[in-house]
């Protein structure tokens, strides 16, 4: 169990590598990577925006370069750490591609779809579901979050700032 921890914290950091990526490019830091009999065979971060995608999730980028990497959608053996919790997209793409086991650091209570809004990872009714570790660095991958949309918040009232004190006194 130590052993599997030790490799988790490993695995989750890099993964965390990943978040910074996303962040320095004012994406919403989440990353991922994918691991294969003790190898990242992809990584990734978010690029929603960068991209203007919709579908651009760390944890998609990371399916679909793992598949070009191994030639096969098939990931059975595979582990995916991601940075938060996957939304509903993310985890019907690892339902799919058959990853054996999911390890994520923050919860998402809006979007989790590995146990905390709703468990689609786990559900028996789909033909494939994948073990789930949850909450492996979870104070420094919400932290990240948090900090990101605070400066977001922080960003926007100081603009709203400057709009007000730019505005003729009648106007405001």
């Not at 962040?23 to 978010?46: C, K, Q, T, Y």
């Not at 939304?87 to 054996?100: E, F, H, N, T, W």
Request: hydrophobic content about 35%; charged content about 25%.
């Amino acid at each position: 169990m130590e052993l599997n921890h030790n490799q988790d914290v490993y695995f989750m950091n890099e993964a965390i590598k990943e978040a910074k990526k996303a962040e320095e490019l004012n994406e919403v830091p989440i990353g991922a990577v994918l691991v294969l009999d003790g190898n990242i065979v992809s990584r990734a971060h978010n690029l929603r925006e960068s991209e203007q995608n919709a579908l651009a999730h760390a944890e998609l980028l990371a399916i679909d370069q793992a598949c070009r990497e191994t030639g096969s959608w098939r990931l059975e053996e595979a582990t995916l750490y991601v940075t938060l919790e996957p939304c509903p997209m993310c985890s019907g793409a690892i339902i799919l591609s058959r990853v054996k086991r999911v390890v994520y650091g923050a919860s998402d209570p809006k979007g989790g779809c590995a146990g905390t809004l709703m468990n689609l990872l786990q559900d028996v009714r789909f033909n494939h579901q994948s073990e789930v570790t949850k909450g492996v660095l979870e104070l420094q991958c919400g932290q990240m979050l948090s900090d990101f949309f605070r400066k977001i918040r922080e960003r926007k009232k100081l603009e709203k700032q400057r709009r007000t004190q730019t505005l003729p006194e009648n106007l405001q």
